[in-house]
Every structure is written in structure tokens, then in C-alpha cells.
Nanobody, 125 residues
């Protein structure tokens, strides 16, 4: 069972930046594609960004494209989400997720197997 622990959430003003981190307990972290999802108030959980096992490929939701950057450090079992130019509509609980995959360049946008507990991000106007 993979344990995922997010950190880095908080309160930020619109236009500001935050970086989320997610550390996995799994020694074979590089067997997993990783993703970030979010769930805003009264909304369904949605995909934000994903990264392949190798880190060579990334995929973003339209809302994140150009503002957010996902990256990973397999030596530290950690995936990051750098968020810039934050907007009030980015307010949500952000979840880290992992999916065991054989292909090293696939970036799934759904069907993740493991989830963190979530971290709250609130963007004030």
C-alpha cells in the first residue's frame, strides 16, 4: 500500500505562488505515474496535472496550462506542483495521486490507484 503525504498548502493572495509537495512511502516510486487533482467547493474532483514515471512527459488541464508546473524527484520519492499566478477559482483541496504503470512515458488523467489526504489551498482576492 502506497502512502502519499501532501504538504505546502495554505492561504495566498490572488496573483501569488505556492508549491505543493507530495512524498511517497513506496521505495519503487519510479514505477508510478503521478498526478495532482483538486476539488473546489461544491465541485467534482478534477484532474490538474500529471507526470510520467520518468518525468519526461507532463499533461495539464486547460485551467493549469501555463501557470502550473508538475515535476518529480525520483531520488526523493517526491512530486511537486508549482503554482503561479493563482486565481480565486484555484481555491480547492488539492490531492496527490499515484498510478502503477509499466510504460514509462504514459501520463494518465484518470484511474489513479493511490491518493493522499489532501491539502487546502485558499486564494483570496
Amino acid at each position: 500500500q502506497v502512502q502519499l503525504v501532501e504538504s505546502g498548502g495554505g492561504l495566498v493572495q490572488a496573483g501569488g505562488s505556492l508549491r505543493l509537495s507530495c512524498t511517497a512511502s513506496e521505495r519503487t516510486f519510479n514505477d508510478y505515474a503521478m498526478g495532482w487533482f483538486r476539488q473546489g467547493p461544491g465541485k467534482e474532483r478534477e484532474f490538474v496535472a500529471g507526470i510520467s514515471r520518468s518525468g519526461s512527459r507532463t499533461t495539464y488541464a486547460n485551467s493549469a496550462q501555463g501557470r502550473f508546473t508538475i515535476s518529480r524527484d525520483n531520488a526523493k520519492n517526491t512530486v511537486y506542483l508549482q503554482m503561479n499566478s493563482l486565481k480565486t477559482e484555484d481555491t480547492a483541496v488539492y490531492y496527490c495521486a499515484g498510478k502503477f504503470l509499466r510504460p514509462i512515458t504514459v501520463v494518465p488523467t484518470s484511474g489513479y490507484d493511490y491518493w493522499g489526504q489532501g491539502t487546502q489551498i485558499t486564494v483570496s482576492s
